[in-house]
Structure formats: C-alpha cells, structure tokens
C-alpha cells in the first residue's frame, strides 16, 4: 500500500504537468547502437548469488549477474555499442515452471525489486551509474501482460487477472486470453493500471532511459497509450515488441506513441536474402514501405534476437554462418534505424531456438581467430556507421536495380545534409564488377566520386566515370561507399 500512495502523488505530479508538456518532443535513438544483454547469459561477476546455478543445463540459472555486466561494459564500448538494453532483472518466481527456472526474466514475482540471482538493486543502481560514466544509455526490459507462473500475486489478487471466463467471451483473444498460460493481467483494473504505471517510473528513477515492452501485442491498447504518453512527457525512449511486426504494424503503433518497434519483416527478409542466399528482393520490398513509417530512423533492426535462432544458425556450415553474419553486420550498418545486437551475434554464435539461442557469452580469451575475425569486421562497420552522420541518420532512397541483377544487387543512398552514402549489398557468389548507368538510377552523379569502401579490411570500389557507376563488389557483402 505504500507503493499505491506513492504512485497517487507521483500519477498526479505527471497530470499536472500534462498540459505544459504537450509540446514535449519525442525521445530519439537514431544513431545509437543497441547491445542486447540477457544478463543470466552474460557475464557472472560475483560467485556468491550463484544458487541453483548449472551450467550444463540451457533451461538453468547460468550465474550471470549485474555485477558482471558492470565489469563488462567495456567490451561493450570496445564494440563501439552507444546503449545496452537488458532483458528483465525483477525478482522472479523461485520455482520452475516445465522445467525452466526463470533465469530468462519474464516470470516476475515482484515488479520493484531485483532477483538475487541478478544481486540487488543496489547493483543495479551501481550498473546504471557505471553505464552513465561511459556514456551508453541504459534499455531496460519491461514486462506488463503477466506475472509468473508461480508467482504470489496470482492468488492474492485473482481480480487482477483475466481468467477463462474473460478470454472465452473476448473480442479481443490475443489480448485477453492467457499467452503460453502466463497469468495475464487485466490492465484496465484500476489497480493494475496503477502499479504497471508506477513501476515505469520506478525503474525511471533508478537511471534508465528507455523501455523495450513485452509483447505489447497482448496488452489493453486504452493502457499503453497512456503508458506511452506518460514515458514520453517523461523524456523516456519507448520499443515495442510485437512478435512478426511488419512495416505497417510498427507504422500504426508509432502513431499510437511508441517511438519504436523491432521490425521483424526485415529481420526475416536478412536471413532469407543474406544468410540463405535468396533474392535481395525480399528485403528491397521491406524497404519500399519504409515511407509508412512515422519515425524511420527510429525502428529498430535486428539480425536476431533471444527469441529466434541465431543469425549464424541458417547455414549448417560454421565458416560459412560467420562469412554470412559479417555480411550481415555490415549491411545492417548501411540501413536507417536503430541497430540493435544481440550478445554473440558480433561473434556469429550459433543456436537454434530457444534455449540453445541462450547459450553462454564467450568473451575474447576464448574465441577462435575466425571469432575474432568477425567482432572485427562488426567492430569497423559499427565505427563507420558512426563516423558518418548520412550512415546514422540519413534518408534512405532506394535505387532502381536493373531487372537481370536484382536479385543479386541492392544500391541505395543515405543522405543527410548534402552528404551522401551509396549502399550496395551483393549477393553473388564470386567477386563481380558492375557498369549502372547513372540515368537508369536516377542520380545525378557526373560530376562526382566515389571512395573506396567504408568498411576497413573490405576490398570494395566504386567509381563514377563515362555517366556510368562502376561498382567491383566482394561476393555476398555489403559495402558503403561516400559519394562526393
Ligand atoms: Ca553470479
Ligand atoms: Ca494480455
């Protein structure tokens, strides 16, 4: 109860500024670089909270910790990440549920406090401060469709949740039924509404920036409009997660308020195009809707994340996966949005799905040279996207490709302030040159030049002679160059 008067004053504090902050503008990401951490499957810094732990076992507690990811986040600098977005780290439910302990985070059993296996919030405060001091932005994972399957709340408080009675008459089922039997809270109970409000701004209030929200699919729309308008008169940056979201669903929720949401079609179209060797045209249709977009330079883009396979997966060859995922780093370096990596896709880490993708992070004492390879070539492409204000923030116009090379070649530019980068993603598999006419593109580049690429230790050239572009591309990557 001392939380619900908290949370009255605090409620009322926000109402009242309301009306002067109506002209609040909109958190932005753009240009910044998200590393995804699930912090049980990072880094374990402190052996003492380690109960339960084994390691031999996916669906177990790994040992991972706050503290470990405090002492690593100069890794995470060293990668040239700008924001470290953590999977959740409440208290979660002791038990576990089919034989998985919760060491995933999404089975809270308190909203406001942080399992032990995680330390304390005490730790927490020490990360968010450490992660301030080196300047990376601090996402933190919010769960607001469900308690834990064990948790106490479920039968202290059975008016909170939607029960069978609920969902069988709803309208609404992705909303109202149970998602994998989770207990699923009904958030337009007042009392709901109050405490997955509050525990926005608790979790505000120990030093994080920005929300990344839990299948948001399953939640009250009425609710999340007004948790979006309360975290962005609050200066808080909003994603969204809605599994399978294409262009036109992240379209409809930026208009609803949130200023991001991961864009799934891409990532499926990557994997087809980049990692299976299928036609760029699945990922050139993707980018053709990009105009519905309200905010593109918001959206997040991913190769994968905690809830697919990973990236490197798709193919059955491990050299052939890391070859694919730096072709896949670059490319996603050369597209607008925010870049979001999951821990070990900088690695090319491999795992089907869920708990294989969950395997332990390795760090640099135990990769192999081709490891190492790969965190190199992520390292440059997230250093050249940095370096150049048209790669993080500039529109993206796609270039018509002609029809016999479609498939193979993906151009578009990015453009900021008369700035302009020419993206070019191959597909073929040898090496190949190739004479665009500039009319065919639509650009007017006669009297311009093409560098060599921006991504270091890439042997890639374009040149702009004759009113032809010439580009000589590596098989299957993606090159950047600056037009000048
Ligand atoms: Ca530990
Ligand atoms: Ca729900």
Not at 16 to 30: D, Y
Not at 124 to 141: C, H, I, P, S
Not at 307 to 314: E, L
Request: aromatic share 10%; with cysteine.
């Amino acid at each position: 109860m001392r939380h619900l008067a908290l949370l009255g004053a605090l409620l009322t504090a926000v109402a009242g500024q309301s009306s002067a902050q109506t002209a609040t503008p909109p958190a932005r990401f753009e240009g910044q670089i998200i590393y995804q951490v699930m912090p049980d499957r990072f880094f374990d810094g402190n052996a003492s909270n380690n109960q339960g732990v084994n390691r031999a076992d996916l669906r177990a507690w790994h040992g991972g910790d706050l503290a470990g990811l405090t002492a690593k986040l100069p890794y995470i600098q060293k990668l040239g990440a700008t924001a470290v977005w953590l999977t959740p780290v409440y208290l979660q439910q002791t038990a576990n549920s089919f034989g998985t302990a919760p060491y995933h985070g999404y089975w809270p059993a308190d909203f406001r406090n942080v399992d032990p296996h995680f330390g304390t919030l005490a730790d927490f405060g020490a990360f968010t401060k450490a992660a301030q001091n080196a300047d990376l932005r601090v996402v933190l994972d919010q769960v607001i469709n469900h308690y834990g399957y064990e948790a106490a709340a479920v039968r202290a408080r059975p008016a909170w949740f939607n029960g069978e009675a609920q969902c069988s008459t709803s309208a609404n089922k992705d909303v109202d039924c149970a998602l994998a039997g989770l207990p699923d809270l009904r958030q337009s109970n007042p009392q709901v509404r109050e405490l997955l409000l509050g525990n926005a701004d608790f979790w505000r209030e120990q030093g994080v920036q920005a929300f990344r929200y839990d299948a948001i699919k399953h939640v009250e729309g009425p609710f999340l409009r007004d948790l979006l308008t309360r975290d962005r008169q609050a200066g808080t940056w909003t994603l969204g997660e809605w599994y399978d979201a294409d262009t036109g669903t992240v379209a409809d929720w930026q208009k609803e308020g949130f200023d991001s949401l991961f864009l799934f079609s891409l990532q499926a179209a990557m994997k087809g195009s980049i990692m299976a060797g299928q036609s760029l045209d699945g990922v050139r249709s993707v980018l053709a809707r990009q105009g519905e977009l309200v905010r593109p330079g918001e959206v997040a883009l991913f190769l994968d994340n905690h809830d697919v396979p990973r990236f490197a997966q798709g193919s059955l060859f491990e050299d052939l996966g890391q070859e694919r995922t730096k072709y896949g780093l670059r490319a996603l370096m050369t597209l607008r949005g925010v870049p979001v990596l999951w821990q070990g896709t900088e690695i090319a880490m491999r795992g089907g799905a869920d708990p294989d993708n969950r395997r332990d992070m390795r760090f640099e004492d135990a990769w192999t040279p081709a490891e190492r390879a790969v965190f190199e070539v992520t390292r440059a492409a997230i250093a050249a996207r940095k370096a150049s204000p048209a790669l993080s923030a500039g529109a993206l116009k796609l270039l018509p490709s002609p029809d016999a090379l479609g498939s193979d070649l993906l151009l578009f530019t990015r453009e900021l302030n008369g700035q302009t980068v020419l993206a070019a993603w191959h597909n073929g598999k040898a090496r190949k040159s190739y004479s665009l006419k500039l009319g065919s593109l639509g650009v007017g580049w006669a009297n311009r030049a093409a560098t060599s690429s921006l991504f270091v230790g890439q042997d890639a050239k374009a040149s702009v002679s004759g009113g032809y572009l010439h580009l000589t591309l590596p098989a299957q990557d993606a090159a950047a160059f600056r037009v000048e």
